[in-house]
């Protein structure tokens, strides 16, 4: 490993400059006491202050981070060495770092680009500002996964990419541009998949556009919709013109298209608060899905919201039904998310039968123009 102490200047790679970069909040579900770093490749390096420079690769050796007082004490293998207000971890492409929270113990991941930590009122605030690119590998490794058609790719690559243009100041407050939670996109960091790669690639500045005021669409999507989505206005307060209710039968046959769940009766009615005298109108009152997704449930005399139910038993999706037996409660539910825009599942399966990443975008978009730049956007085809 070798140490130099000089004046640090920041510079980031080519391919880097001269793309949008975008930051992300990292880890943003877990409250980080203490990680660890390892640089990897001959362009990472890790600099400490304005004089220290460590730079990689630094083989077995483990940076230690722990936010202490108003500062970051930073060990190496064990040894204190520095404490700083700010750390920043530089790796320009295809060279990465390892962060792995150690305490919590979580799975770490690879990042390239720029790692900037912080301390937080005694935490670990971290981001990573990488080019639009690299940020789209690292989304449709945690949001899609691998052994997908290269269509597949393609149609999330643009959405994706669409999402992160529509919110890139929604962290605006906390320093960054977007998390690495389902609250915005999962993002797993740096991976090298060469079909990521090539479909960010072949859609490069692809965004998908709301016909009606020409701006980038709120791209939203979920795993199954159990074959009918969501109007965006069935599920949330806002109406996007653009995500309608779609009869979906490509994703059917999927795994998430259908499950059940048991329920004990003691847990059922202590979770709603019903008194146990109350459970034989429950079990009497067998609720059904209606084929719109009705998303208020009544029995008993009350009225129940679809999503407090689904949250409060752990379900799948907010489209059920019950019944009882003779000690328990099945839920029996089709889908898997809020079932509002692209069905991950119907996109594959329309993917396998032949349809394009455009053809699959404005089956689950309506109204909406896939736009390239300066060249000439593409109209909407709807599969026949």
Known sequence: ?????????????????CQQLIKVGIYKSSVIKSAEISLLGSNSQLSIGNDLN?????????????????????YLNGFPIAKTLELKI??????????KPVQPDLRGNYYSGVLQIKNVNGTLQVTNEVSMDIYLAGV????????????????????????????LHRHRSEGFNTCDQTHCQVYKGW??????????????????????????????????????????????????????????????????AKWIKNISVADFIKKLKIPNEQITY????????????????????KSYDAIYLRNTFGLKSTWFNWECNEDSVTISGRGYGHGVGVCQEGAIRMAELGYSAEN?????????????????????????
């Open 90 to 99: 530089s790796c320009a492409a295809p060279s990465n770092c390892l962060f």
């Open 54 to 74: 460590f730079y990689g690769p630094t083989n077995s050796d483990r940076f230690m981070i722990i936010p202490e007082g108003r500062h970051l004490s930073i």
């Open 360 to 384: 699959i975008l404005h089956f689950y978009y309506r109204d909406v123009i896939i736009s390239e730049g300066k060249k000439e956007e593409k109209k909407r085809q709807y599969p026949n």
């Open 1 to 17: 490993m070798r140490i130099v102490i000089l004046t640090f200047l920041f510079i980031l790679n080519t391919q880097v400059n």
């Open 282 to 301: 429950i079990c009497d009152s067998i609720c059904y899905y209606d084929a719109d997704r009705s998303q208020t449930l009544k029995f008993n005399g």
């Open 191 to 256: 991976f090298e998949y060469e079909l990521f790669h090539e479909a960010i690639n072949s859609t490069r500045d692809q965004i998908v556009i709301n016909q009606g005021d020409h701006k980038a669409a709120e791209c939203l999507f979920h795993s199954n919709c159990g074959g009918n989505t969501n109007s965006s206005e069935q599920v949330w307060s806002a109406v996007l013109p653009y995500c309608r209710a779609v009869v979906d039968t490509f994703c059917l046959n999927s795994k998430n």
């Open 140 to 167: 449709l490794r945690g949001e899609i996964g691998f052994d997908k058609p290269q269509e597949v790719y393609q149609m999330h690559a643009i959405m994706s990419r669409t999402y992160a243009t529509h919110y």
